[in-house]
């Protein structure tokens, strides 16, 4: 069973920047897919980012310029950095993992950022 474990979040002014990073147990971070989705009250989860394991990565328009996935397969971890941050970006970030080869997918349990107008 993999578990993600999500990191980075909390309050930042409008226009600040922030790092969230998300660790994953187990062997296979190498061969995984790794996206952060975002949750804010009152509204659907949505995707946010997404890097796959040969390190192509996609971006939602919301926050495209602003905001960079990357991934250290070393470390077993996942980043988001997040620059220009606005306040409709305060939401729950969530930490998401597919393995492709078998369809499996986890989530980690959310970290929380808020921006401040």
């Known amino acids: 069973q993999v578990q993600l474990v999500e990191s980075g979040g909390g309050l930042v002014q409008a226009g600040g920047s922030l790092e969230l990073s998300c660790v994953s147990s187990?062997?296979?971070?190498?061969?995984?897919?790794m996206s952060w989705y975002r949750q804010a009250p009152g509204r659907q989860r949505e995707l946010v980012a997404t890097?796959?394991?040969?390190?192509?990565?996609n971006y939602a328009d919301s926050i495209k310029g602003r905001f960079t996935i990357s991934r250290d397969n070393a470390k077993n971890t996942a980043y988001l950095q997040m620059n220009s941050l606005k306040p409709e970006d305060t939401a729950n970030y969530y930490c998401?993992?597919?393995?492709?080869?078998?369809?499996?997918?986890?989530w980690g349990q959310g970290t929380q950022v808020t921006v401040s107008s």
């Open positions: 998401h993992q597919r393995i492709y080869s078998t369809g499996r997918v986890y």
């Open positions: 890097i796959t394991p040969g390190g192509s990565t």
């Open positions: 187990g062997s296979i971070f190498s061969i995984a897919a």
